[in-house]
């Protein structure tokens, strides 16, 4: 059941109802934690908690409270949930690297982003959804008061691409795009951001609705911005099945986005 658990996310990540998933997914999520408390040190529940709280926190209460334009009470408690969630995950994820590498922490890796050279090709799940779970989280706060927190979010994106840089179709280019999009007074790169972005079209093959979400929401209003949103709502989804919820989701947001700036 353990096992069978641990590979439910690749059945969400094909679905086609983005609300029945939204139903369903508290449920699966809090039978995995409670086998987690039989099997602590299961790797394959580690990371199916780890990604699943991740995504769920994204796509039902991250994206959910961008949407809440009309209603700020609303809007808080969605990212208020939503930092909770993500906080989760990242200790889920946390753990997860710590099964075969116990020297791996957050306070090892805010110290010296070094302790990660130990990490292989197989711990690229792991890198991935801790970094991009903390990232979330830290781009509902305060970038300059936690910038120490964004050095270990890097790196962690970093060594994951290092290892394997076209993990699924380009995900990881495409959180970096978030990263890359920040100013640069917290180290942010505009060109960094564009050269992550067209990497991401390019490993999958220009199906991927959040890539271009992603390096829309980094740019000021304007004709660009534009152009990219609608181009993310133009990708058909049936292309990619196994991205199809996140397509969903991204495409949910990029219409909410556009909407807003008519």
């Known amino acids: 059941m353990a096992s069978a658990l641990a590979a439910s996310s690749a059945v969400y990540d094909s679905d086609n109802d983005p609300e029945f998933?939204?139903?369903?997914?508290?449920?699966?999520?809090?039978?995995?934690?409670?086998l987690l408390s039989q099997s602590p040190?299961?790797?394959?529940?580690?990371?199916a908690a780890c990604s699943g709280f991740t995504q769920y926190s994204y796509g039902f209460?991250?994206?959910?409270?961008?949407?809440q334009r009309g209603n700020a009470d609303a809007a808080r408690e969605l990212r208020d949930r939503a930092v909770?969630?993500?906080?989760?995950?990242?200790?889920?994820?946390?753990r997860g690297l710590a099964v075969n590498h116990a020297r791996i922490t957050q306070p090892s890796i805010m110290a010296?982003?070094?302790?990660?050279?130990?990490?292989?090709?197989?711990?690229?799940?792991?890198?991935?959804?801790?970094?991009?779970?903390?990232?979330?989280?830290?781009?509902l706060d305060d970038h300059l008061k936690r910038i120490g927190e964004l050095v270990a979010v890097r790196a962690l994106l970093e060594r994951a691409k290092a290892l394997d840089e076209g993990w699924q179709q380009g995900a990881i280019y495409e959180a970096l795009i978030a990263i890359d999009g920040l100013p640069r007074l917290v180290g942010g790169s505009p060109?960094?951001?564009?050269?992550d972005f067209s990497r991401a079209v390019e490993l999958s093959q220009g199906r991927s609705v959040f890539a271009y979400l992603a390096m829309a929401i980094t740019l000021p209003e304007g004709a660009e911005r534009?152009?990219?949103l609608e181009q993310a709502v133009?990708?058909?989804?049936?292309?990619?099945?196994?991205?199809?919820?996140?397509?969903l989701i991204a495409q949910r947001y990029a219409r909410a986005l556009l909407g807003a700036e008519r």
């Not at 040190?41 to 990371?47: E, I, K, P, Q, V």
């Not at 209460?61 to 949407?67: G, I, N, P, Y």
């Not at 060109?191 to 050269?195: F, K, S, T």
């Open 21 to 34: 998933v939204r139903a369903a997914a508290p449920s699966t999520l809090k039978t995995i934690e409670m």
């Open 41 to 47: 040190n299961h790797a394959g529940l580690l990371l």
């Open 61 to 67: 209460l991250h994206v959910e409270s961008a949407l």
């Open 84 to 94: 909770r969630m993500y906080q989760r995950a990242r200790g889920y994820c946390l």
């Open 112 to 139: 010296d982003p070094a302790v990660l050279d130990v990490t292989s090709a197989e711990d690229v799940p792991f890198l991935y959804w801790t970094g991009a779970a903390w990232g979330a989280e830290l781009s």
């Open 191 to 195: 060109q960094a951001a564009r050269a």
């Open 226 to 228: 534009r152009r990219l």
């Open 234 to 247: 133009a990708i058909d989804v049936q292309k990619s099945p196994v991205r199809r919820l996140t397509n």
